[in-house]
């Protein structure tokens, strides 16, 4: 079976669904069944880990639905996989297309009115269109359900997994750590309110760390700061998924994170799970962390235990799985 792959997403600088693309990538060539097919990964910028089929594109917009779309006519697959943004215009008659959450149908008030039509868009489109939709969680399925009214047999979940540590090193101390973006959806205000009732309140002398704000964060960097950390704080209030989460548990650091959205369903009672929309029940939970050690260490332990269930290999055994059949 020759099945194709679209890569439009910048592989050099992951954050979630980055990171997904890429280690799916990583990890398909090592499922028993990859060699009995043809697989074509079309991308339009060179991926130095991957053999993928570079397809030029002197502008900016449109590779997918013009270069991508030319290439399909001329080498047509039997299958297109979509694992992140809106497929071609000319495709194969079977797509197998990956959507990684609606949060902005759940708090539609953390984006602007045109983004969330442009998603709305998109994401309503491919659902649509799909044979077969993955999903990270019984969340997301639960969502298309919901707003789009996506029959639940044509939705698959299949859970990430957590990538392996890239650095040893040991350096920063004290501090209580988040890692994303500042969307608003992600809730910094409400974790730069909750510090300053841990300072004013509680009297604590750990520092915030915020990185992937300001300026992309590398794998070396990432792994380094969640290593150290004392706690990871994650108070978004809406998420798909939620991979940070799971690295923090990968090294050994208790996790305090929302209770909304994906992020019980993927950690169950291995973190202390607050109100992202209440500061002062954040910096609660922080606070415990921090000064009750059977707490910390219970809440280490059930890490630990809990990412046993996320792996990128059987990710990607189970994507192959639904592409195939």
Known sequence: MKIGIQVSSNLQKRTGVEEYVYQLLKHLPLVDDYKNHQFFIFTPSKVEEFSAKV????????????????????????????????????HP??????????????????????KRKILRFLIRRNAKKADKIIVPSECTKQDLIKYYKIGPNKIFVIYHGVSEIK????????????????????????????????KEKYGIKHELVLAGIEKYVSEEEKWELLKNADV???????????????????????????????????????????NPENPSEIAEGIYKVLKDDQLRNELIKKGLENIKKFSWLKCAEKTLRVIIL
């Open 55 to 90: 397809l030029k594109w002197p502008f900016k917009k449109r590779w997918t639905q013009i270069r991508l779309s030319w290439e399909m006519l001329k080498n047509k697959a039997d299958i297109l996989f979509v694992p992140a943004h809106t497929y071609p215009i000319v």
């Open 232 to 274: 990871f704080v994650y108070p978004s209030f809406y998420e798909g998924f939620g991979m940070p989460v799971l690295e923090a548990q990968k090294v050994g650091v208790p996790v305090v994170a929302s209770n909304r959205g994906a992020l019980p369903e993927i950690l169950g009672n291995s973190a202390l799970l607050v």
């Open 167 to 198: 650095n040893d090193n040991l350096k920063l101390k004290n501090y209580i750590f988040y890692l994303g973006t500042d969307h608003k959806r992600k809730n910094v205000e409400g974790l730069k309110r909750a510090y300053k009732i841990l």
């Open 93 to 114: 008659k079977r797509m197998i297309i990956a959507i990684q959450g609606l949060e902005f149908e759940a708090v539609p008030e953390m984006y602007d009115w045109l």
